[in-house]
């Protein structure tokens, strides 16, 4: 540690010995500097705050609201574009000395460079100016950075208010030449279609459809089948209980000949029919027997023994029955007039392919243009109304926040703090001159360096011992170094008073 300091004493040593050097490089560093420092135009920047408003409630409501974040997006990407920078330079001060397309680039591409858009929100904005020409006082580049925004807020308010109703009126035209163009397509294919239908009726819409009506015959005729079959099941259940029920009713006067006991029979024979007992079963068999007997007693007795009444529900059963017949039978002829149109329908699919082709061609032809048709119909009512939103509100609506305004202080160069740079800077070097040279001479400012440096013993030293003429004179000059650095102080401490004087006569 102690050659730490060693070091350090001997360095500050080395450097006072040689404190003209350092203070000449000094002044000569910081004068240049400042000079330089000088030299740099101020840059003044303005700045404004716009808040972009979207919601629109006539628009949401008739269904004709845009993309706001792609809007707000698209402004943005536009805003600083080379033309509307070439638009703010030719209507301000920056295209007084353009003469020809070069320059205009030129100059373009340095306002690119101090423009800035930046989005604080999803809908906020902040505009960003910065002007600095050499040429311009500083008040003249002050108001000229102020300009700049301002213009660029009008180009902003042109571009998206006057711009979207060109750009609707424009494609309303579009819209129209392409109406009238399929218009005259759509038309000519429906004439194609009608004199191909008129020659080939059961073609009408094409193959697909050919097929979309066999299938529906054909479901038409599975529903029939299936209402023919539960129709013949109700007839045959009518005939079983018609087979079961008695012509007559047994009355109480002739309850008792051969008669009544054979209709009672044949009512005991339908009873146990109905739960279901076969013509094997026991009883079946007696009660059939006893029928035959009764029956041929009947008939020795003759047709004069005959008695009894009609049976209302046998005369019933009859009349269902006959209702019955007639549906399966109207079934039936639907039947076969359901299978005779599919024979009529796979006959003309199956005898005439090109012309089923030509069929499919036309209707495809003629939906895609009708399709094509309607959906540009309907783009075009919806952008005439959009128009004429627009033309009495515009959806996009922006407010000025942060007016731009002039600039009291350059944004650009903070020269108090660049002076004050330079002033560090040219002590440094001179301090950095006068060690070097120190360093180049073969001496040692003590004897400890020159005991390390020879790595040998050093016996003793001589201190220096100043006259008393000598002592004035080094008193004399210490205080022409001290005044000396003292004036650099002060062209230091005169600058920066400049430099805010200056500053002030601006703002």
Same mark, same amino acid.
């Not at 012509?247 to 006991?261: E, F, L």
């Given at each position: 540690?102690?050659e #730490? ?5 001997a360095a500050? &040593?080395? /450097? ?5 050097? =350092?203070?000449g ?10 000079l330089?420092? !000088?030299?740099?135009?101020n840059s003044y %920047?303005?700045r404004a705050?716009? &808040?972009?408003?979207?919601d629109? @409630?006539?628009?949401e409501?008739?269904? $004709? ?6 809007e $707000? ?5 536009t805003?600083?574009?080379?033309v509307?920078?070439e638009?703010?330079?030719r209507?301000?001060r ?10 205009m680039?030129?100059?373009? =591409?340095?306002?690119?460079k101090? @423009? ?7 809908n906020?904005f902040e505009?960003?100016?910065t +002007? ?6 500083d ?9 700049? #925004? ?17 750009? #609707? ?7 129209d030449?392409q109406?009238?163009d399929?218009?005259r ?6 004439q194609?279609r ?9 073609l009408?819409?094409g ?6 009506? $066999?299938?529906? +015959? ?10 023919? !079959?539960?129709a013949?099941?109700a007839? =045959?259940?009518?005939?079983?209980? $018609?087979a079961?029920?008695?012509?007559t009713? +047994? ?6 000949? !051969? ?8 009512s005991?024979l ?9 013509d ?6 007696a ?6 007997l009764?029956?041929?007693? /009947?008939?020795?007795e ?5 008695s009894?009444t009609?049976?209302p529900?046998?005369?019933s059963?009859?009349?269902i029955?006959?209702?019955r ?6 079934? %039936? ?8 149109d599919?024979a ?5 699919q ?8 030509e069929?499919n ?7 895609v ?6 959906e ?6 919806e ?15 922006f ?20 002076l004050?740079g ?5 002590l440094g070097a ?5 060690? !070097?040279m ?5 001496t ?12 040998l013993p /050093? ?9 008393e003429? =000598?002592?004035?004179? %080094? ?7 001290v005044g000396?650095?003292?004036a ?9 008073a ?10």
């Amino acid at each position: 540690m102690s050659e #730490v300091f060693e070091e350090l004493r001997a360095a500050l &040593y080395s /450097v006072w010995h040689r404190r003209w050097l =350092a203070l000449g490089v000094a002044w000569s560093v910081c004068l240049l500097g400042w000079l330089v420092v !000088a030299m740099i135009p101020n840059s003044y %920047q303005s700045r404004a705050r716009i &808040y972009v408003d979207l919601d629109d @409630v006539l628009s949401e409501q008739i269904g $004709i609201a845009g993309d706001g974040k792609q809007e $707000i997006m698209r402004v943005r990407q536009t805003l600083a574009s080379s033309v509307n920078l070439e638009k703010v330079i030719r209507s301000t001060r920056l295209g007084e000395e353009i003469q020809d397309r070069g320059q205009m680039d030129a100059a373009i =591409a340095d306002l690119t460079k101090k @423009v800035e858009i930046k989005s604080e929100e999803d809908n906020l904005f902040e505009l960003n100016a910065t +002007v600095g020409k050499s040429d311009f006082s500083d008040a003249e580049n002050a108001v000229l950075a102020r300009d700049v #925004v301002q213009k660029l807020i009008d180009i902003f308010r042109e571009e998206n208010i006057a711009g979207n109703r060109s750009e #609707v009126a424009g494609t309303m035209v579009f819209l129209d030449q392409q109406l009238e163009d399929r218009k005259r397509e759509l038309e000519a294919a429906e004439q194609r279609r009608l004199a191909f239908e008129a020659q080939y009726p059961e073609l009408i819409g094409g193959s697909s459809t050919l097929a979309t009506k $066999i299938q529906q +015959v054909r479901t038409e005729l599975r529903g029939v089948e299936g209402d023919l !079959a539960a129709a013949q099941s109700a007839l =045959a259940a009518i005939n079983g209980q $018609i087979a079961g029920t008695p012509r007559t009713i +047994v009355t109480s006067s002739d309850a008792g000949g !051969a008669r009544g006991a054979l209709m009672q029979a044949q009512s005991q024979l339908a009873q146990l029919r109905g739960r279901g007992l076969t013509d094997e079963h026991p009883d079946i068999v007696a009660t059939t027997r006893q029928i035959e007997l009764l029956r041929r007693q /009947v008939q020795a007795e003759g047709p004069n023994s005959a008695s009894g009444t009609p049976n209302p529900a046998y005369t019933s059963l009859i009349s269902i029955r006959a209702e019955r017949q007639a549906n399966v039978e109207a079934m %039936q002829a639907r039947r076969a007039a359901l299978q005779s149109d599919i024979a009529a329908l796979l006959g003309s699919q199956a005898t005439e392919p090109e012309v089923a082709a030509e069929a499919n061609r036309i209707s495809r032809d003629y939906e895609v243009l009708k399709t094509k048709y309607d959906e540009l119909l309907q783009d075009r009512e919806e952008i005439r109304l959009r128009g004429q939103v627009e033309n009495e509100r515009s959806s996009l609506k922006f407010d000025v926040i942060d007016p731009p305004v002039v600039p009291r202080k350059p944004a650009a160069p903070n020269r108090p703090l660049l002076l004050l740079g330079v002033l560090l800077a040219g002590l440094g070097a001179g301090a950095g001159v006068a060690y !070097a040279m120190g360093q180049l001479r073969s001496t040692f400012s003590t004897a400890s360096k020159l005991e390390r440096t020879l790595k040998l013993p /050093v016996v003793g030293s001589i201190s220096h011992t100043v006259k008393e003429g =000598a002592k004035a004179l %080094q008193a004399k000059r210490f205080k022409q170094f001290v005044g000396a650095t003292a004036a650099l102080g002060g062209v230091f401490v005169i600058l920066l008073a400049i430099e805010f004087v200056q500053v002030g006569s601006v703002a």
